[in-house]
């Protein structure tokens, strides 16, 4: 019930293409759903994020839709670039005692080419 | 800049030997957390402090500990590493509200198991 699904595990597009990520979820407890960033030999950085009560959130090319019902949400990379490339987590998180516990995803490994 | 620091970002260790981790940060947050992430896997909580408050994941092993002698650092102790131990070790930190707050991750510290 605490696992976050995600797919695919890697993505190949050509650059200006569009990238999707999805997820799924369980736990209906988890109410705030981020996505971080990592690149190779750094640590994840946060993206975007969305709250349950909202279907659709927009942050210049990347866009978070969600889907309550469904327990699934996924995340669009418009007009992607190569500096896109790196690993995507997918994560839901519930506020414990004052604290953020986040359960991420397996991740996805994205490679947009020139 | 604020950050999150972390030393060394390499380690390398002896089977059984105890090694220590550390993490810093100016961000003046009171929340922090300790992750382990295994190649082409998600980060696992292992566990987090709210201010003093130590919080252990049910299923992080006893060989693992923490200790944080004040707001700024915060330190991963494995007392009998394994090999299966190696993997990257992600500190991470945030405030503790209101409602949710993203976590600031460090670039990590990758530890190898001889």
């Known amino acids: 019930q605490q696992q976050v699904k995600q797919s695919p595990q890697s993505l190949i597009v050509q650059k200006g293409g569009i990238s999707i990520i999805n997820c799924a979820y369980e736990n209906t407890a988890f109410d705030y759903f981020p996505w971080y960033q990592q690149f190779p030999g750094k640590g994840p950085a946060l993206l975007i994020a969305i709250r349950p009560d909202v279907s659709e959130k927009k942050e210049g090319r990347f866009t978070i839709s969600f889907n309550k019902s469904a327990k699934q949400f996924s995340l669009h990379i418009m007009d992607s670039q190569p500096g896109d490339s790196a690993t995507y987590f997918c994560a839901a998180s519930i506020l414990q005692s004052g604290s953020e516990k986040l359960v991420f995803g397996k991740g996805m490994k994205l490679t947009v080419n020139p | 800049d604020a950050m999150v620091i972390q030393n060394p970002r390499y380690q390398v260790t002896q089977f059984g030997k105890p090694v220590t981790l550390s993490c810093s940060q100016t961000l003046n947050h009171n929340v922090m957390y300790w992750y382990q992430q295994k190649s082409s896997q998600a980060p696992k909580l292992l566990f987090h402090y709210y201010d003093k408050d130590f919080n252990n994941e049910a299923d992080t092993p006893d060989n693992f500990q923490s200790r944080r002698p004040n707001t700024s650092f915060c330190f991963l102790d494995i007392r009998s590493p394994g090999l299966g131990d190696a993997a990257m070790y992600l500190c991470?930190?945030?405030?503790?509200?209101?409602?949710?707050?993203?976590?600031?991750f460090g670039d990590g510290t990758r530890l190898s198991i001889l």
């Open positions: 991470a930190t945030s405030r503790d509200g209101p409602g949710h707050q993203p976590q600031h």
